[in-house]
């Protein structure tokens, strides 16, 4: 099924805005389930959105009005866009694939449930 690349991170004061974006080339088919994830250090891996081929969409409480995940679907990629980032924000971001029905409520939002992982982008966000 390939590689998933992200790409995007940087570093950003607060209430900025970074876009991310993931090379999801071969996971983009007829069934789907796709999501990013953030670890920051000392702290477990969190979903952070999610979007699936029947229309689901998850967002963790924290991102809510802030982040907003889409398909790329000319490009095959995944994209988090993030407005008015705060510092809490800060942490390593991963696209995640093969993964559950997408639904809000955070349900879906298990590491373990997703298959395939990237290597992650860093975001760095300064008060």
């Known amino acids: 099924q390939g590689q998933l690349l992200e790409s995007g991170g940087g570093s950003v004061q607060s209430g900025g805005s970074l876009r991310l974006s993931c090379d999801a080339s071969?996971?983009?088919?007829?069934?789907?389930?796709l999501a990013w994830f953030r670890q920051a250090p000392g702290k477990k891996r969190e979903g952070v959105a999610g979007?699936?081929?029947?229309?689901?969409?998850g967002y963790a409480d924290s991102v809510k009005g802030r982040f907003t995940i889409s398909l790329d679907i000319v490009n095959n990629t995944l994209d988090l866009q993030m407005n008015s980032l705060k510092p809490e924000d800060t942490a390593m971001y991963y696209c995640?694939?093969?993964?559950?029905?997408?639904?809000?409520?955070?349900?879906?939002?298990?590491?373990?449930?997703?298959?395939?992982w990237g290597q992650g982008t860093q975001v760095t966000v300064s008060s």
């Open positions: 995640a694939a093969d993964g559950p029905a997408i639904r809000d409520g955070g349900g879906w939002a298990s590491p373990d449930e997703f298959g395939y």
């Open positions: 071969g996971f983009i088919g007829d069934d789907y389930s």
């Open positions: 979007l699936d081929s029947y229309g689901g969409t």
